[in-house]
């Protein structure tokens, strides 16, 4: 009976210890604990937050990055080409 308890109480303060240490949020660290250790058993300690924290890593890496804002987006860029050239010609 107590080792059940223990062992639930363990469900909760580990994830409160370990949130503060990495970048997932509590819930998401609760629910891979349950989960790994109701998929691995034991080792699932580990694993389950290993196996969330690679998903969540996965689902990063192919975000797309936001483009940097420009310094001023009404200024006009400098005219190129052959009707610039034929506006202002060479003095030579």
Same mark, same amino acid.
């Given at each position: ?10 469900n ?12 997932? $949020? ?11 250790? $109701? ?7 580990v ?8 998903? &969540? ?22 005219? &190129? ?12």
């Amino acid at each position: 009976m107590g080792v059940g308890i223990l062992a639930q109480v363990d469900n909760v303060v580990r994830p409160l210890l370990l949130s503060g240490k990495s970048q997932m $949020s509590t819930l998401v660290l609760i629910i891979s604990l349950m989960g790994g250790v $109701s998929a691995f058993g034991f080792i699932g300690i580990v694993l389950g937050p290993l196996v969330a924290a690679l998903v &969540t890593a996965l689902f990063d890496s192919y975000e797309e990055p936001v483009p940097a804002p420009t310094a001023d987006p009404t200024a006009e860029a400098p005219a &190129t080409g052959p009707a610039a050239t034929a506006e202002n010609p060479k003095k030579t």
